[in-house]
């Protein structure tokens, strides 16, 4: 098992640049894939970005060339590093471990693109 803690979110201007982070209560080398997922009112979550243990990502069309993952082992912490930020960036951001064949899900952090 894992919990999973969000921080970062909040109101930016359009073009404008948040960094979201999410701590893990227990290693990050031994999970499997750790994701950022978002849903917009009205909308289905979407996967938006993932970072699998060997290194591999995966990057949403919409999100492609604005925004990075990155982790740091030594905090148990991943980052999602949001640039360019579109209003149609808005929602709720979600931190999701893939243990095995099991999901945790963080409680998610609002961001609000807006002028």
């Known amino acids: 098992q894992v919990q999973l803690v969000e921080s970062g979110g909040g109101l930016v201007q359009p073009g404008g640049s948040l960094r979201l982070s999410c701590a893990a209560s227990?290693?990050?080398?031994?999970?499997?894939?750790m994701r950022w997922y978002r849903q917009a009112p009205g909308k289905q979550r979407e996967l938006v970005t993932a970072?699998?243990?060997?290194?591999?990502?995966y990057f949403a069309d919409s999100v492609k060339g604005r925004f990075t993952i990155s982790s740091d082992s030594a905090k148990n912490t991943v980052y999602l590093q949001m640039d360019s930020l579109k209003p149609e960036d808005t929602a709720v951001y979600y931190c999701?471990?893939?243990?095995?064949?099991?999901?945790?899900w963080g409680q998610g952090t609002q961001v609000t693109v807006s002028s």
């Open positions: 999701n471990a893939l243990i095995l064949v099991n999901n945790y």
């Open positions: 227990r290693s990050i080398v031994t999970i499997t894939s």
């Open positions: 970072l699998d243990r060997s290194g591999t990502t």
